[in-house]
């Protein structure tokens, strides 16, 4: 079965870096678009940045355009999210996610790893 599996999680003070890991298994990801998506306290889970395995085309909100970046590397199935410049506000926890249209022969699909927990201090 597919299974995401976040790492990279910490304690950072603001204005540092951490790196998230995303890696992917059983599963042909090349047809998935993948995503991290964050769930602060109190919040409803949003996204954050997505990217495409074949093109490689990344997406960001607005909140985090110029400090994070979300890239992947397809022989080693593990999506990367590089947060730079954090604040408090980007506290959350942070879930991988990977996601498909419907096919002729199967349904669209959705998974999501367990999460990692990034907490960023004044």
């Known amino acids: 079965q597919v299974q995401l599996v976040e790492s990279g999680g910490g304690l950072v003070q603001a204005g540092g870096s951490l790196r998230l890991s995303c890696a992917c298994s059983?599963?042909?990801?090349?047809?998935?678009?993948m995503g991290w998506f964050r769930r602060a306290p109190g919040k409803e889970r949003d996204l954050v940045a997505a990217?495409?395995?074949?093109?490689?085309?990344?997406y960001y909100v607005d909140s985090v355009k110029g400090r994070f970046t979300i890239s992947r590397d397809n022989d080693k199935n593990t999506v990367y999210l590089q947060m730079n410049s954090l604040k408090p506000e980007d506290t959350a926890v942070y879930y991988c996610?990977?996601?498909?249209?419907?096919?002729?022969?199967?349904?669209?699909?959705?998974?999501w790893g367990q999460g990692t927990q990034v907490t960023v201090s004044s």
């Open positions: 990217i495409t395995w074949t093109d490689g085309k990344p």
């Open positions: 996610n990977a996601q498909r249209s419907a096919s002729p022969f199967r349904p669209a699909s959705q998974y």
């Open positions: 059983g599963g042909t990801f090349s047809v998935y678009h």
